[in-house]
């Protein structure tokens, strides 16, 4: 018998020379259990079951009826002209999951940044990504549950030269930090904080869950594009998408904000660990999961979630959104 390790943290492709012909396996992070395993397990179960019973449960009670989040000491501010594309997020204190801080208003994108709107810088700057530079970029082959180095993977052939060519009105995908750097600062905008990017996604701290609400299938609706299935061995596509999904193919959630849980995850402008400033290549916080997201495995799209992958990354299931002061 077997199970994932949920929480193995090499859950992306590196692009270091040594790894450069190898691929990351999922089955490497699954361990084996014994009858005699599982009996230690069920005892442990039972025991904790019986702690439980004797604990203070009107404690945990309250805990559970107490906000996950609350905005608190909103500030008045006048909403500033509205830009095409981006909604403005008023300023306020966030205080959540552990998170306290005071945020300054302003504007975020609607939507991922599609192919359309990478094209465009593409073409007004000639720039290369660092997928075209390294002349590939990973893949996530559902045939063997594995992320792939690709030749010739890129932001215009996200899963490689032999599969289709990115529709327009895709989330750009196969860009590293350093590309979604390089096109916020042509666009004039900038990349998120985690902060930024939660307090958007939870509608200024007031979502508890998912930027949908708290229910993963309101009324029974998709809400987003995610992974119905036990990741990483099917996905039965029950929402439409079996991987990228066009961008606002699902609602927008209560602020405006298209697709921030699933379809592609996003980056953020915040290191995983702050004191790798001097790190050339530092991993990087990612934000609100993807197609490749299932309940299962990752559970990126909860607004709490996160992931980590280098700045020099590039996946066929990670995008981004900017923001602007
Ligand atoms: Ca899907
Ligand atoms: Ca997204």
């Known amino acids: 018998m077997v199970f994932l390790n949920i929480d193995h943290p090499k859950y992306h492709l590196h692009r270091i020379p040594e790894l450069r012909k190898e691929s990351f396996n999922y089955f490497t992070t699954m361990q084996t259990i014994t009858f005699a395993d599982l009996r230690k397990i069920t005892i442990a179960l039972l025991l904790a079951g019986i702690l439980w019973s004797c604990s203070d449960q009107p404690a945990m009670e309250a805990q559970d009826d107490a906000p996950a989040s609350q905005a608190v000491a909103e500030k008045s501010e006048v909403p500033p002209p509205p830009i095409e594309g981006m909604v403005w997020m008023q300023g306020g204190h966030l205080q959540r999951e552990g998170r306290s801080a005071d945020l300054q208003g302003f504007y975020v994108d609607a ?65 590293s930090w350093n590309d979604a750097t390089a096109y916020a600062k042509w666009a004039g905008k900038r990349l998120p904080s985690e902060t930024e990017w939660l307090w958007a996604a939870s509608q200024r701290g007031e979502q508890k869950f998912l930027n949908w609400g708290d229910e993963l299938l309101p009324e029974g609706k998709f809400m987003g594009n995610w992974w119905q299935g036990i990741f990483p061995y099917e996905d039965s596509g029950d929402d439409g998408f079996l991987g990228v999904a066009p961008v606002k193919s699902f609602p927008p959630d209560a602020n405006g904000l298209y697709d921030i849980g699933g379809n592609v995850w996003e980056w953020t402008n915040d290191l995983r660990y702050p004191s790798d400033q001097a790190n050339p290549n530092p991993e990087m916080v990612i934000k609100g999961g993807s197609f490749l997201c299932a309940d299962n495995y990752c559970a990126g799209y909860e607004l709490d979630s996160h992931q980590f992958t280098p700045k020099d990354s590039g996946l066929n299931h990670l995008g981004f959104r900017c923001v602007k002061d």
Do not use: C, H, L, M
């Open 111 to 175: 939507t991922e940044v599609t192919v359309k709107e990478f094209r465009e810088f593409i073409e007004a700057t000639g720039f290369q990504t660092e997928a075209d530079a390294y002349g590939w970029s990973g893949v996530f082959n559902r045939k063997t549950q594995t992320w792939d180095p690709v030749d010739g993977a890129n932001w215009e052939y996200p899963i490689g030269p032999d599969g289709p060519k990115a529709a327009e009105d895709e989330p750009v995908t196969q860009v």
